[in-house]
């Protein structure tokens, strides 16, 4: 499966953008999906998971800020995030797991091309 996510960009303290990712070469409909972020200095984190059945994951500094979605019609996920700050610029990436039953564990992904998202102060 390849992944590619797309709607990364520059905002302001406060505002909200809209990450998809689109994935081809298979369908991702059996695999756990999730976010994955990566600044300077900083470790990977999984931000966001979501597995084949719809359960939700989110690291606790995105709760209740971001959303992550899934459409297995149109093979692709989403990253909803609202209220950034400026801790959230990172490079975004999409990510799928094998591992359906620890979609919240970061090492059981494989990671697509990512997105740069700056959130200016």
């Known amino acids: 499966v390849q992944l590619q996510a797309s709607g990364g960009g520059l905002v302001q303290t406060g505002g909200s953008l809209r990450l998809s990712c689109a994935a081809s070469?298979?369908?991702?409909?059996?695999?756990?999906m999730g976010w994955i972020r990566q600044s300077p200095g900083k470790e990977r984190e999984l931000v966001a998971a979501?597995?084949?059945?719809?359960?939700?994951y989110y690291v606790d500094s995105v709760k209740g800020r971001f959303t992550i979605s899934r459409d297995n019609a149109q093979n692709s996920v989403y990253l909803q995030m609202n209220s950034l700050k400026p801790e959230d610029t990172a490079v975004y990436y999409c990510?799928?797991?094998?591992?359906?039953?620890?979609?919240?564990?970061?090492?059981?992904?494989?990671r697509g091309q990512g997105t740069l998202v700056t959130v200016s102060s």
């Open positions: 990510a799928y797991s094998l591992s359906d039953d620890y979609y919240y564990r970061r090492e059981t992904y494989h």
């Open positions: 070469g298979g369908t991702i409909s059996r695999y756990a």
């Open positions: 979501i597995s084949s059945g719809g359960y939700t």
